[in-house]
C-alpha cells in the first residue's frame, strides 16, 4: 500500500491561528420557538467553528439564552405562570433543536442563572466606581389603569423620528432605532390600550457618548462583516447619545445601587455579559480558564443584522470602559425572507424548525446546506419549498452523491477489494488548491464560496470519472481503471472530510461507506492529502434522497394554509375590535329614531366618481323615486358589486356634496373593510325600516 506523499505547495497554506478563539452566537429570546430565521445565524456559527477547528485552532463555542425584558412578563402575566418558568420551557426547546439540527456548543447557558447575574453585577459596579453610570429623572410613560411604569414592550406610540408605529425600546415598524425610555410620542399601554400618563422617575444612564472617539479607532479595526463595521461606523458618527441601563420591573438582575430595589439592569446589558458568564461556566466545568479566552485569545460574535447596534456600539464601550478586551470581529447576517415575501410569524410566513421541517421527516443536514450554500453570508436568504427541492436534488443528489456513489460503486463490481495503486500527483494538486481555497474563505466569512468550493471539488471529481469512464477500461484496461477509481476514492475522502462541517451526518455516514469506523469528525482537514489506506469498503448505499415534487408541494401547502389562517384571524381581529368599540355616553328618545326615515333601497347603477379612490356614485331605487348617493365604499365593493344589491338607505337627510357630487341620502355599513347593512329577505324598494 502506497503510504508516502510529494508534499504539495498547496498545503503551506493550510494553517491554524495561534490565538484562542471564543465564538458566540446572538442569545435566542426564550418567549417563542425556533423558526428559520434563527438558523441564519446558528448553522452558520456552528459550520465555522467546526471547520476551524478541523484545522486544529483552539475554539470554544458559546451560546445561551436571553431569560429577561418585558415581552417574557407580558407572555408569563397572559398564561398565569412566572418569568422563569416560560423562560425554561423555551430554554429546553431551543437546546433540544440545536442538537437536532446538529448545533453543538461547548455552553448553552441561561442569562437568569446566579453565574451571569453575579459577572453581571460586577461589571455595573465596575462602571459605577469609573464614574461612567449616572443618576437622572425622566418622564417615563405610566398606565393610570393598569398602576404601574411602562418598560419597553409594555408601551407603544409613535416613533420620534419617522412617525411610524413604534414599542417602547425600538422603531420596529419604521426606520429601525433604537428608543429610549420616556422618547415614544403618544404613548399607550400595551396591555389595555389606555393612553398614558407622564411622570418622572429616576433611572441610571451609561456615559455612552464619552467613547466617541473610541469606538471610531476602534471599529475600522473590528474584523468580520463588512455590513456590520459600516452601520455601527454610520450610528457612531451621526448619532450617539446616553443610554439608559435600568427598567422599572421585578423581573432580571438586580441594579446594584442602594435604595434602588425597584431597578433591574436593562436586558441589553445583562445579555450580552452572558457570553462571558457562559464561559465561566463552561471552563468550570470543564477545568478549562475563561480568562485564556476572553483575555488572550479573539472574540468572535454570530449575530442577526438587526442587533448590530447592540454588539458593535454598546457592548464594545461597556467592555472597554470596565477594562474587558472588545469583540475581535462581529459576523452579521443577512435576514430571511420567505417567496420573496417578508419574514412574518403573525401573517402565518414563517417556517418552524420542528413543525415544518424535522418532524416532516426532512434531514437537518439538508437545511444546513443550503441555508449556507443558497446566497453570501450578509445578503438577505430568501427561502422557497421549490428552490430548496431544486438545489437538493441537484446539487446534493446529481452531483456530490452521484459522484461518491458511483464510484465506491464501480470498486465494489469491478474489483473484489480496492486497488493497491498510488494516487496521482494531479489529484492531490487538485485537492490541496480546493483546502486553501476553501479555508480562505470560511477564515473570510464567506461560507457560500466556501461550500461552493466543496462543491467544485465533487464536481471536478464527477468529470474525472465520467470522462474517464473506468467502466469500460476495466475490460481491457484493468491497471488504468484500478487508478481512474484510487484517484476518484482519493476525491470522495477529501469531500467527506471538506462537507462534515457542513452536513455532519451526511458526512459520517459517506465515511463509514468508505470503510473508516471511526469518527469523521476526529480527523483533521489535512487528512485529506493523506492517500487512501482502506483496502475494503463498507455498505455502499446513495448519500442522499430526491425531494420529490408531491413531498414539495405538501410543505408549500402548510405554508400557504398557514398564512390563509393568520389573514382570517386578522381579519377576526378586526372585527372584534370594531364590534367592541364603547358605546355612545349620549342618550336619544324614541322620538330622536323616528325621525329617522330608513327605506330600502335598490342600486340600479353605480359607478366610481372621477380622480377619487374612495368614492361610488350610487343611482338607488328609493320607491318612489331614484336617488343619488355618493358613499366611500370604492375599496371595498366595485361598481359591478353594488348594482342589483338592496340596501338600508336613511332618505330624509338633508343633502351633501362629495367632490362636486350632491348625495341625497345615506347608507349603513359597518366594520373596517365595510360590511353593508342589507335586508334578509326580499323585499320591495321603499318598503320602511321600522
Known sequence: M???????????????TSKPTVVTCGLPYTNGLCHLGHLRTYIPGDFYVRYLRHLGDDIVFICGSDNHGTPIVVTAEAEHTTPRAVSEFYHAHFAEVFEEMGICFDRFGMTDDPANHERTISIVKTLIERGYIYKKTIQQSYCPSCSRYLPDRYVEGACPHCGKHARGDECDQGCGRHLEPGEIQDPVCATCGTKAELREQKHYYFRLSEFRNYLLEYLPTLGGTISARNYALGWVKNELKDWCITRMMNWGVAFPAPGQDDLVTYVWVDAPIGYISFTEEWAKASGNSWQKYWCEGDRVHFIGSDIIYHHCVFWPAMLYSAGYQPPSAVVASGM?????????????????????????????????????????????????????????????????????????????????????VPVEQSIFDEIAKTLASVEMEVRSFEFKAAVDGILLLAGFGNSYISNAAPWKLAKEETQTAARVLKNSLQIVKACALLIQPVMPESAQRLWAMLGYTDAVADHPIADAMVPFENTTLGDVKPLFVRIEDGQREELEATLAKRAVGAQNKATERSTMETEIEPFSAEMVTIDDVAKLDLRVGLVVKAETVPKTEKLLRLQVDVGKEVRQIVSSIARDYTPEEMVGKKIVVIVNLKPAKFRGEESNGMLFAAGEPASLLIPLRDVKPGTRVH
Not at 2 to 16: A, C, G, N
Not at 361 to 370: E, F, I, K, S
Open 336 to 420: 430571511v425572507t420567505i417567496d420573496g415575501q417578508k419574514f412574518s410569524k403573525s401573517r402565518g410566513n414563517v417556517v418552524w424548525t420542528r413543525e415544518d421541517y424535522l418532524e416532516k421527516g426532512l434531514p437537518a443536514d439538508y437545511l444546513r446546506y443550503y441555508l449556507l450554500s443558497y446566497t453570501n453570508h450578509t445578503r438577505d436568504l430568501d427561502f422557497s419549498w421549490k428552490e430548496f427541492a431544486t438545489r437538493i436534488n441537484n446539487e446534493l443528489v446529481n452531483t456530490f452523491g452521484n459522484f461518491a456513489n458511483r464510484s465506491m460503486t464501480l470498486v465494489r463490481t469491478k474489483f473484489s477489494e480496492v486497488p493497491n
Open 2 to 16: 502506497v503510504k508516502t506523499l510529494i508534499p504539495s505547495p498547496h498545503q503551506i497554506l493550510i494553517t491554524m
